[in-house]
Structure formats: structure tokens, C-alpha cells
């Protein structure tokens, strides 16, 4: 099946700083990528909607300042988490659009886990 | 509104025995359902998925599910479990006016022991 990676599988950082991930799609060309956030035993629930070449799309209540969502070719969309606090901890998994012999659906990178001291 | 609902937070399975993660949808129209797997540390894998056609569908692994309008219902099982399916499993459904936009249930971890 399709390939989405995430870079950094993790990552710990002090209040303030800012954080990028990074979502790739390995073998396919994804027009849209989404991302998520997981909190523990919750459901994933949709941050934003990447666009190539586009603004991202967010949902009601996700502050589009604080994450700042890139999507500068096909195959990369990166997410920002700026001056992030402790409440930002969480997992962040990003997904893309593609088409296959299963039809249409979505693939999904393995995660990013962020805390933030 | 579509949303999505696993009522049960984990799900425990002797080795061999029949399996079922279940999962309820509320939907206005016709319901996507899907399923994804979450081993550790890995990114959610597709299962499989009802967009119409026959109520029981077939997916990786040996899972299968059944949609049931009836009941609003879409579980997920399995004939005979095995230690490496232990995982969590979400029941998801995809927005009917936005095929990009999933809901996401909150998940069953599944334990399948020896």
C-alpha cells in the first residue's frame, strides 16, 4: 500500500519554541494531506486540511496562528506548532488522499508525539 | 452530522476465538464506514470499507465487517483472532460533503492472549 512518513517520530521541546513536522507521501502524489491531533484514548480528531499551493483548511477551533500548515509540493506538508505550551503535547499524525486498487482513501503516517516541558 | 461511536474501550480475546470490535453510526444519508488498525508507534492502517453493495465486507488480515442499517451498526470481526492482531482499532466514517474529512470513533484496543 501507499507510504506517508512523519519526521520527527518525536520530539521534546521547552515552552516558547516553535516545532515542524514534516509529512511525506512516498510513492504517490497527494494534492491534499490532512492532519490530526490524538490525544490519549481519544479519537483523532481533524485539525486542517493541506492544500498544494493553497491555503490549509482549518476546523472550527483550531487556531490557524498557532499551527501554521505548509503544503509546498505534492509530496511535503509540514506542520508548525508555534510558541508551543504543555497543552500542545500531543500526538499529531498526518494522512493523504490516494487512489488505488482499494479505491479512494486515506494513508496514514505513523505519528509525531510532542511534548512540550 | 456523521459521527461514530465504539462503546467498548478494549476488547479481550483468547487466542483462536471469534473476535468483534463494534462500532454504531450516526449519519444523515447513505454512511462511508471504514475501518483502521494502530500497531504502536505506527501510523493507522486501512482495513477495510462499506460504500454500498453487499453488508458484509471483506478486508486485510482475515477481518471482515457487517453493515446492518437496521441497527446503525458496522463491527468488526474476525473468525479465529491471533496474538499479532492485538492493536487498537478505529471505526471511522467519512463526510458526505467533504469525501477528505473523517470522523474518527475512539477507539477499542484489542488483546488477543496466548
Known amino acids: 500500500g501507499a507510504v506517508v512518513s512523519q519526521h520527527p517520530s518525536w520530539v521534546i521541546c521547552k515552552s516558547g519554541t516553535s516545532v515542524k513536522i514534516e509529512c511525506r507521501s512516498l510513492d504517490f502524489q497527494a494534492t491534499t494531506m490532512f492532519w490530526y491531533r490524538q490525544f490519549p484514548k481519544q479519537s483523532l480528531m481533524l485539525m486542517a486540511t493541506?492544500?498544494?499551493?493553497?491555503?490549509?483548511?482549518?476546523e472550527q477551533g483550531v487556531e490557524k496562528d498557532k499551527f501554521l500548515i505548509n503544503h509546498a509540493s505534492l509530496t511535503l506538508s509540514t506542520l508548525t506548532v508555534t510558541s508551543a505550551h504543555p497543552e500542545d503535547s500531543s500526538f499529531y499524525i498526518c494522512?493523504?488522499?490516494?487512489?488505488?486498487?482499494?479505491?479512494?482513501?486515506?494513508?496514514f503516517g505513523p505519528g509525531t508525539r510532542l511534548l512540550v516541558l | 452530522a456523521q459521527s461514530v461511536a465504539q462503546p467498548e474501550d478494549q476488547v479481550n480475546v483468547a487466542e483462536g476465538n471469534p473476535l468483534t470490535v463494534k462500532c454504531t453510526y450516526s449519519?444523515?444519508?447513505?454512511?462511508?464506514l471504514f475501518w483502521y488498525v494502530q500497531y504502536p508507534n505506527r501510523g493507522l492502517q486501512f482495513l477495510l470499507k462499506y460504500i454500498t453493495g453487499d453488508n458484509l465486507v471483506k478486508g486485510s488480515y482475515g477481518f471482515e465487517a457487517e453493515f446492518n442499517k437496521s441497527q446503525t451498526s458496522f463491527h468488526l470481526k474476525k473468525p479465529s483472532a491471533l496474538v499479532s492482531d492485538s492493536a487498537l482499532y478505529f471505526c471511522?466514517?467519512?463526510?458526505?460533503?467533504?469525501?477528505?474529512?473523517?470522523?474518527f470513533g475512539s477507539g477499542t484496543k484489542l488483546n488477543v492472549k496466548p
Open positions: 494522512s493523504a488522499g490516494g487512489l488505488t486498487g482499494e479505491g479512494e482513501t486515506q494513508y
Open positions: 449519519v444523515s444519508g447513505n454512511p462511508y
Open positions: 471511522a466514517v467519512r463526510d458526505i460533503n467533504n469525501f477528505n474529512k473523517f470522523y
Open positions: 493541506s492544500n498544494e499551493g493553497s491555503k490549509a483548511t482549518y
